[in-house]
């Protein structure tokens, strides 16, 4: 009889030492398939990034440039302003993009403009590229001189008036570049 209370005390002990502890009021009770999760709050959605990205500081004010010299190894005589879009047909455009606006401007009236809001950027090394419904503008920094090409994809961009260059520089360096004597044109 000894021996069945001893072991009565042992099963008795081993059951008690495998119930789960006394839990303090309000506590939680750990469950053995219970997986604690650890998670980094981020203060920022993903989704927002591409936004919070800054827009390069040269592109809000950006003036159209040509090829003039193709076989120039100097990229100010490479590049130059258009002669035609500035001294006889004036219908090229200037460029402008901040982080929530892109205006399109006629470099002879800057009165005459196109405003494109709601557009996402991101920017991938020396490219920015601005997303909209219709349109992907790929903005690529070519030259240091600085030299931008544009690419755009998608729907045509019709502007009244307001030509579209391939090739832009910003207003501070267009002085570097060759220049086209307009002669007796107003320009």
Not at 6 to 14: Q, R, Y
């Amino acid at each position: 009889m000894k021996n069945i209370i001893i072991n009565c005390s042992m099963v008795i002990a081993l059951f008690v030492s495998c119930s789960p502890a006394t839990e303090k009021k309000g506590a939680k009770k750990a469950d053995s398939t219970e997986v604690k999760v650890t998670t980094v709050p981020t203060s920022v959605p993903v989704k927002d990034t591409i936004s919070q990205q800054d827009m390069p500081s040269d592109f809000s004010a950006l003036v159209p440039i040509d090829v003039l010299n193709s076989k120039s190894t100097n990229v100010h005589e490479k590049y130059g302003i258009e002669f035609s879009g500035n001294c006889y047909s004036c219908d090229l455009a200037s460029l402008s993009v901040t982080k929530n606006k892109m205006i399109w401007t006629n470099i002879c009236d800057e009165n005459d403009t196109f405003k494109i809001d709601g557009f996402s950027f991101s920017n991938e090394g020396n490219k920015t590229v601005l997303k909209t419904p219709e349109r992907t503008y790929t903005i690529m920094q070519i030259d240091k001189a600085p030299v931008y090409e544009l690419v755009i994809e998608g729907k045509k961009l019709e502007l009244n008036n307001k030509r579209v260059s391939r090739y832009f520089t910003t207003k501070k360096a267009l002085p570097l570049f060759k220049e086209h004597d307009c002669g007796d044109f107003e320009g």
